[in-house]
């Protein structure tokens, strides 16, 4: 089982002034970070998997901070990735942080700030 999730709240991308792969969450994106840690923290998972891009990053990072992981980098999970991270997603015990356009490509359909999809 691996584990397909799209970042949390990062507020609205026009009212960023920077790179957009420097966004960060916001309050209530780090919210839903901390409860995606305890919500899958029970989980087998044996690598967390990110899309570069900030707000990706700080999604993952209380997971795999209460886990004893490292947050892997991983391109194919960049804004406009498509399906390139099908191998990846393939291996047992995966957690991969993304976008909303790479989800759409992969499962068909989107998903909410902050939601996932247990793949089996």
């Keep these: 089982m691996s584990v397909l999730l799209r970042h949390a709240s990062a507020g609205d991308r026009w009212d960023w002034p920077d790179d957009d792969r420097l966004r ?3 309050e209530k994106g780090r919210r839903q970070a901390e409860k995606l840690a305890d919500a899958l923290g029970g989980d087998d998972i044996r690598r967390v998997v990110s899309s570069p891009f900030v707000r990706c990053v700080q ?7 209460a886990l004893g ?3 892997e980098l991983d391109d194919r999970l960049a804004e406009g990735g498509g399906i390139s991270a099908e191998s990846l ?3 047992e015990g ?3 942080c993304t976008h909303g356009d790479v989800i759409h490509d992969f499962i068909g ?3 909410k700030k902050a ?3 247990r793949l089996d």
């Design 69 to 71: 992981l490292d947050v």
């Design 115 to 117: 939601e996932y999809v």
């Design 109 to 111: 359909r989107g998903l």
């Design 89 to 91: 997603l393939e291996e």
């Design 59 to 65: 999604t993952v990072e209380p997971l795999a901070a």
């Design 24 to 26: 960060p969450l916001d």
């Design 94 to 96: 995966v957690v991969a």
